[in-house]
């Protein structure tokens, strides 16, 4: 989801279910996304990435799907657990030109109960 | 194998005073970048280096933030007659630079500066 001002939407889920986070991009013509998860005081850390010719990627426990049609990109965590806690953004990678273009979202908080 | 170091940690400065972060990428990586966290707020562009060429400046907020990449590694950040509004998290972060442009970033733990 995205933010609004200084709160960040916040998803809780019991431990042992499975969450999904989900992020609205904004470029059509982005080539390549990354969601990236971010304990509190530290910095952001890889999770799993997905290019645009794919609509969904696996790794251990997470699934990332991309709905191009709809500009939509989710984050599935399997069994969640506490260590899972953190903030989920994502980030939006356009190439071309020079550089091409970078968005990150704002993230979602992620509460898991025991 | 290392990550991206920074320091330091956190920095607590008085309003007007000039601040120095550091950052070291991983060994190899070309590109380098600094981001700005605030409090509840995604990551802020600042600036980004690739190689040799001209550093790209485009998010820096205003001329008191500069940085400099010595010798293709390590960067600094500076921040003079720092303000109130620079209290923020600063992250550093790298890449490898084959891309020719954004690229999946590895990031460091940040410096936490507050400025009284």
């Known amino acids: 989801g995205e933010s609004v001002g200084l709160h960040l939407p916040t998803l809780s889920v019991q431990e042992g279910d499975n969450s999904i986070i989900n992020c609205a991009y904004s470029?059509?013509?982005?080539?390549?996304f990354i969601w990236y998860k971010q304990e509190s005081g530290k910095g952001p850390q890889f999770i799993i990435d997905?290019?645009?010719?794919?609509d969904k990627r696996q790794g251990q426990r997470v699934t990332v799907l991309l709905n191009k049609t709809v500009k939509h990109l989710s984050l599935q965590i399997a069994a969640t657990q506490p260590g899972d806690s953190a903030v989920y953004f994502c980030a939006e990678i356009e190439y071309g030109g020079s550089q091409g273009n970078l968005i990150f979202g704002k993230g979602t908080k992620l509460s898991v109960k025991p | 194998g290392a990550g991206v170091s920074q320091s330091p940690s956190n920095k607590v400065t008085e309003k007007g005073k000039d601040v120095e972060l550091r950052c070291d990428p991983i060994?190899?990586?070309?590109?380098l970048y600094w981001y700005r966290q605030s409090l509840g707020q995604g990551l802020e562009f600042l600036i980004y280096?690739?190689?040799?060429?001209?550093?790209?400046k485009s998010g820096l907020p205003s001329d008191r933030f500069s940085a400099e990449r010595t010798g293709g590694s390590v960067s600094t950040l500076t921040i003079q007659r720092t303000q109130q509004e620079d209290s923020a998290v600063y992250l550093c972060?790298?890449?490898?630079?084959?891309?020719?442009?954004?690229?999946?970033?590895?990031f460091g733990p940040g410096t936490r500066l507050l400025v009284l």
């Open positions: 470029n059509s013509a982005s080539d390549y």
């Open positions: 972060a790298s890449s490898l630079g084959l891309a020719g442009g954004w690229e999946t970033q590895y």
């Open positions: 060994s190899g990586h070309t590109a």
């Open positions: 280096f690739q190689g040799n060429s001209a550093p790209d």
């Open positions: 997905i290019r645009s010719n794919m």
